[in-house]
């Protein structure tokens, strides 16, 4: 059963608005969240993360939200960039030594 | 710093021949991991290790056997490669564990591996 879920496989913005993807997940244990940022031929690079005692994270252009209640968390690309355009998987950091559970992930096209 | 590096880039196999995929991180990171990656499956663990001379399964296990000889290696084995395990692998490593920063994972750029 997957923890951590990327409902929209893929998303297509116009260059200069916003950008949002979303996450939810099952296990409330988890502590941290992260976004990991993906281009073709390359490996996952860090992101953004954000605690679960937050509701949200700012930097720079990206922003994420967490909403515990709803188990639900968002991130926010504004204004978005056609470098922006890459696969961005979500993932949840539990309690104890277990790894990292990623989503499937969500490939964002910027369009100018 | 090279990070992350990954040994070979791309390879080719036939069904039934082994391989082994090096990973090597100058970071001087506790924890190492494996993931595959297939399309519409995001990242798939298969295994991972806590420190030097420890391992542990991921998700996706069968089929592959790791080693984590010394702390900075970490080496994913496939005895007899089937089309099944046709995928780009990734190794990552990280600090720790319990924090989002010691648990950041820094990836390598990839292995392409297809199996004929």
């Known amino acids: 059963d997957q923890q951590v879920k990327q409902n929209s496989p893929s998303l297509s913005v116009q260059e200069g608005r916003i950008s949002i993807l979303n996450c939810d997940y099952t296990n409330s244990m988890f502590d941290y969240f992260l976004w990991y940022k993906k281009y073709p031929a390359e490996g996952p690079t860090f992101l953004i993360s954000i605690s679960s005692i937050k509701d949200k994270n700012e930097d720079g252009r990206f922003t994420v939200f967490l909403n515990k209640s709803a188990k639900h968390l968002s991130l926010h690309i504004v204004p978005s960039q056609p470098g922006d355009s890459a696969v961005y998987f979500c993932a949840a950091i539990p309690s104890g030594n277990t790894p990292l559970v990623f989503g499937k992930g969500t490939r964002l096209s910027v369009i100018a | 710093n090279a990070g992350v590096t990954q040994t070979p880039k791309f390879r080719v196999l036939k069904t039934g021949q082994s391989m082994t995929l090096l990973c090597a991180q100058d970071?001087?990171?506790?924890?190492m991991y494996w993931y595959r990656q297939d399309p519409g499956m995001g990242l798939r663990l298969i295994h991972y290790s806590v420190g030097e001379g420890t391992t542990a399964k991921g998700e996706v296990p069968d089929g592959y056997n790791v080693s984590r000889l010394k702390k900075q290696n970490f080496l994913l084995g496939l005895e007899s490669a089937a089309p099944s395990q046709t995928s780009v692998y990734f190794c990552?490593?990280?600090?720790?564990?319990?924090?989002?920063?010691?648990?950041?994972?820094?990836f390598g750029p990839g292995t392409r591996l297809l199996v004929l």
């Open positions: 990552a490593s990280s600090r720790g564990a319990g924090t989002a920063f010691q648990e950041t994972q820094y």
């Open positions: 970071m001087n990171h506790e924890y």
